[in-house]
């Protein structure tokens, strides 16, 4: 499964980026994000620990939240093609939370002979609470 | 509250291996099915060199680096601190078998008024350099700690 390149030529802003859904988040993807992370706060995992600090339960790591924020982007164009992402946490996830990550093209611009595309990204609950907000750059090929 | 003086305040190096093992577990992790961080295969057809490496991987050098020595050094009590937000400049690129290195720096702390009263932030920088002593990616974190 070859990846469609996307051409610099093609992209226009506010071009919205093709939306990713995830599947529900489960307390076991937050055991496996610890471990593959090393983040063994047990504000994640330990569900007694997330009620005791008022979540009423685990809660989402922030940068999983991140990762399929990254998502959108490495779908659209690429890992390769990525060249910044950051992004503002606005609120926690919870186990069965289904995330949805849009994204839109907010500048396109030429520096150095490369190409490239600032675009917009947010990461919304099922219920349409912003999660984060986030920023990424990406350089694209010509035709 | 935290002191002023930590700004400027550098952690020492640390290294980390980049592991095709690692690259995998992390994308079943984050529930990511694109085949270029599985198969060696589909990342070829894409242009990669072994497997591809997820944008938000280096969590796991930051984790394990930078802000296990900054909360160890500063005391942070861990229910009262959030992650506010987080930035990756990817430099140059990082393939499998590459041993990075990275110092973290404390480049801001300030505070601000939120919901439940006055917050400190505190931001670190830890700049990624490759075996070749190539800049590859850098990571700033901004954590927030609630008074």
Redesign the interface.
């Known amino acids: 499964?070859?990846?469609k390149e996307v051409y610099f030529e093609d992209v226009k802003v506010g071009y919205e980026i093709p939306e990713v859904v995830?599947?529900p988040i489960t307390e076991t993807?937050l055991v496996?994000?610890a471990?593959?992370?090393?983040?063994f706060?047990p504000i994640h995992t330990v569900h007694a620990f997330g009620e005791k600090?008022g979540f009423g339960g685990v809660i989402g790591h922030?940068?999983?939240s991140?990762?399929?924020a990254?998502?959108i982007?490495?779908?659209w164009v690429?890992?390769?093609a990525?060249?910044?992402?950051?992004?503002?946490?606005r609120a926690v996830t919870k186990p069965k939370d289904v995330i949805t990550i849009k994204g839109t093209v907010s500048k396109k611009y030429t520096e150095d002979g490369k190409n490239f595309v600032d675009c917009d990204l947010i990461a919304i609950k099922q219920n349409g609470d912003k999660i984060i907000v986030g920023q990424a750059t990406a350089v694209l090929p010509a035709k | 509250m935290i002191d002023k003086s930590v700004v400027g305040k550098e952690y020492p190096e640390v290294e980390f291996e980049i592991e095709k093992g690692k690259i995998r577990e992390f994308a079943r992790a984050i529930g990511d099915k694109n085949p270029v961080y599985y198969s060696e295969d589909a990342a070829g057809k894409e242009g990669y060199e072994s497997l591809a490496i997820p944008p938000t991987f280096p969590t796991i050098f930051g984790i394990a680096g930078g802000l296990a020595a900054v909360l160890g050094s500063l005391k942070i009590d861990m229910k009262k601190l959030l992650h506010g937000g987080q930035e990756y400049e990817y430099l140059n690129p990082v393939k499998v078998g590459d041993v990075i290195k990275g110092k973290t720096k404390i480049i801001d702390l300030f505070d601000k008024p939120g919901k439940a009263g006055v917050m400190d932030f505190l931001v670190m920088e830890t700049t990624y350099v490759n075996q070749n002593g190539q800049e590859v990616l850098r990571d700033k974190c901004t954590l927030v700690i609630r008074r």
């Not at chain 1, 471990?35 to 983040?39: F, I, K």
């Not at chain 1, 990525?82 to 946490?89: D, M, N």
């Open positions: 499964m070859a990846q995830k599947d993807q496996m994000y471990g593959a992370s090393g983040d706060n600090a922030g940068m999983l991140m990762a399929f990254g998502q982007m490495t779908d690429g890992a390769k990525l060249k910044k992402l950051s992004v503002q946490f």
